[in-house]
């Protein structure tokens, strides 16, 4: 008898394991791909970490611990013998200035585009989304030429003119998705606070600076870290219209590439020391803002 009741409880501890397993199989999957996904991403980071902490000039170690430890070496390294300073002021003053220019642009046309109706709105909108399909890098003969052509490269004050003319080209890449991610959050706002305020005597700059812009905000701070990261992590564009020019001209990105294109004069552990520093900003604006990114992404859909 004992036997009996024995074997019937391990039959139904199976049978209760099986179910808990079967109703939580997409909660496992879940767990085991953040996991998974964790790994694949803080592995890296604390791979770069290690190696601006190591003086050893490799990237790869015997240990994940580096032997040859130091906290200060590689980084005075970078900030006595190289330009770094340079570039870092160069690349942020970039991307700050592109982030106004493109933010502006984006809330207006975000604006126009969602509440007025006019003959060549969907024409409009349709080139912007023809616009998308078109590489960014396929137009770098092409702005290099319109450089050359207008003298910036011969000028006087030509890093200035350069970076003047990034600036400008990043604004313009930055306005046209974001555009539509900024229209779609404006449709998701109910037209009858604009007829509501209209009934009150508002004007049409009233509805749009006191009404939408404080309801539109989680997309305004999502389009402008778009805008800001942009610029920062770009290479190929800086790379081919101020690769002339002097090692203080570079931006963050092509200089540290510098730090390791020459194999015989490479070093990696001064690079790493760079990257490391070079993500500071981004990550404490994700981390201020992440809130607003999550909530302008989640209610930002685009509309037609």
Known sequence: MENTISLHRK?????????????????????????????????????????ALNVSNSL???????????????FTHLFNKTAYLSWYSNTFLLSIVTMVLSTVIVVISGFVYSRYRYKSRKSA????????????????????????????????????YTYIYMTLI?????????????????DSIPRDLDESAK????????????????????????IAIFCFLGPIGDIIMPKFLISSMSSDAKTLAVGLMGLINDIKDSN???????????AIPPVLVFYKFQNYIVGGLTSGGVKG
């Open 11 to 51: 039959v139904k501890t199976k049978k209760l394991q099986r179910n808990f397993l079967v109703r939580n199989m997409g909660l496992i999957a879940s767990y085991t791909f953040l996991i998974v996904m964790a790994v694949v991403i803080i592995y890296p980071i604390l791979l770069t970490i290690m190696s």
């Open 268 to 278: 990696y552990n001064v690079f790493a020391a760079g990257a490391v520093l070079a």
């Open 125 to 160: 909108l349709m080139s912007l989304l023809l616009i998308q399909i078109v590489p960014s890098g396929s137009g770098l003969i092409a702005l290099y030429a319109m450089a050359s052509s207008i003298g910036i490269y011969s000028s006087d004050n030509a890093t200035l």
């Open 199 to 222: 009934i009150d005597g508002a004007t049409q700059l009233q509805i749009f600076t006191e009404i939408l812009l404080p309801l539109v905000k989680p997309m305004i701070v999502v």
């Open 60 to 74: 790869y170690s015997t240990s994940f611990f580096p032997q040859n430890f130091s906290f200060t070496e590689n």
């Open 170 to 186: 990043y604004t313009a890449l930055g306005t046209t998705m974001n555009t539509l991610l900024m229209k779609g959050y404006y």
